[in-house]
């Protein structure tokens, strides 16, 4: 992972999987809002917000604290949890400590974006409450940052707010913002946030035009907009998300709109509202025509939400031209155009941005050749395992027994893993909660997702843990996070983890799919598949090297029954023992044998459920051990105590038993 994403992945790892569901017009749900305080003057090319006129018409018109303390608690009432504060730059207000105090104090959670050039020890005080901070900087001295605010002493004046929030102890993250006039500094920005806090991250990659449609304003923005191949390097997209189905519990600006109603998507998924600094209402930030937004002035919040913003679901139409462009662009999956860009843009929702074109086929180009290079496909069981990796992919990253198991393109059924090189922020351990220890690894749950800590052998080494890993609920997705690619580099891995087997993970996803994995050789005779059970020594290699010469070996030591179309199959593992032969076949289960040593040989049929489970119990993989998992497997084992034949094997050395299961089989109905 490059560092520009350092940020990003600090943040994820334990937010993730804590977002709320979002749902549209029911009260009482966890809104997001944003507020803008001040005017922003310049709309995002040049940062001038300190050279707005204290009396000017547009600071005249700002909403009052009382009108803010109103809309606050009226958005309270409705579900509102989560405030966003920006500008303009907020603190330009005078009575900036008392919003800020106000709405944080009624929220679970809260951002804030500013430049940190009018942070004081008592604001950098209040902003100790936990919340995210992100503090703008827009070059690597000040020439280069004063050049683009057009204001001078304001580089100096940031670094004297962050200190003041390091003074405080007030966590806060470095947004670097890039632009044509600071991107030769931006290797030095980097190097300079890194200094200034532990998280930072690279801010917008690309410039929208002037609220105002002033053409010198756009000319100067579009000025500074780098190109699509820097936008690229800046912002490589996250590999690791592409294929996961959407939730569009979110702004999707990739969305395929299935008609011309181009606000209808937004306005049916997302939880979010954003008021302008004159107390007009929206449904998105972007949303500039004041034909789309609420004066709070004159109504309510609740009135907005519930009346005013489902009305406009219909209001702007695509037409021929959203149709015959971006409607049915092959590249709309990987742009980032929505109407409202395009009507800051060229003043219509339905019209194209050039620039944001270019971007997407660049980005088509990079996916393309990193998938070539960073992601393989493994199935087993009737599931591909989708593997991504930060660090190239070669021909010997695997070992040879796993490649048997790789497939060219996946499966109806995917399981999506991504390797990561970089450790991630894990702080606020106190958001989690312990739910198993183990000799080597712990395991916690916040909110629907698991995050496995593996801690670190060698603490001399500062490093706390040496692997991180995070599922969502079911297991179907996980990031690992590694302290080194060397593993990676060397070769020859014998596990699509980071973890030296990946049996417990694949022993959890198929308990969603009605299946487990055993502790058996598994054989393939005459289309049969048969299951040798029993633990270490019980004759698992035995038995598959007396059967090898009759049959296929799918395992001598790991194999998975799961039921498939109204029937248990049994399938190969990679997690072979003292045979040195896997296979990712797969057969009908015809029988289970459960191996006894002895001095003769014979089969003896198990009869009653429960000797059967009493059998196959001890010997199913277990991963972490819960309550549904165990249910979940309970009802597979007695489903499969029900409809499979069962026998107790007596055997010795000679190869005699090879003889009498194949007279079993022969005769069986």
Known sequence: M?????????QNVMSAYLKTIKVHHIPRIALRGSVDLTYRCNNNCRHCWLRIPAHSPEREKELCFDEIRRIVDDARKMGCREWGISGGEPMLRQDFAEIFDYVTARSAVYSINTNGTLITPAIAKLMKRKGSKMVAIYGATAEVNDHITRTPSSFESAMQGMAYLKEAGAGF????IPMKDNYHQLEEMKTLAESLSRHWRIGATWLYLSTCNDPEKNKEIIGQRLDAAELIRLDRP???????????SSCDSSYQFTDDRLLAACIATRRDFHIDPYGHMSFCCFVKDPALRYDLRTGSFSQCWETFIPTLTACVRGGSEYIENCGSCAFRKDCRWCPVYAYLEHGRYSARVSYLCQWAKKKNEFKKKWAADHRRYFQIAGITIRVDSDVPLTDDTFHP????????????????LSHHFTMPDISRQDLMQKVYEGDHFFICKTGSSWIYLYPSPNKEENHDYQLIATFNQDHSRGRFYNLSANPFTLGGLSSLTSISSDQNLIARILAEREGGCFHSAGIVLKKNGLLFVGHSGAGKSTIANMLKEKGTILCDDRVIARRYKNEFKIYGTWWDSDVPAVSPDQASLKGIFFLKKSSDNRLEPVNGKINILKRLIPCIIKPFESADWWQKMLTLLEQIASEVRCYDVYFDRSGKIVDVIADKLANQP
């Open 2 to 10: 490059n560092k520009s994403t350092k940020g990003k992945i600090s």
């Open 173 to 176: 993250v470095i947004q670097i």
């Open 238 to 248: 996250d590999m690791s998300d592409e294929g996961v189905p959407d939730d569009k």
């Open 401 to 416: 027994k796993l490649k048997t198991f790789q497939v060219p393109e996946p499966g109806d059924d995917v399981v999506m």
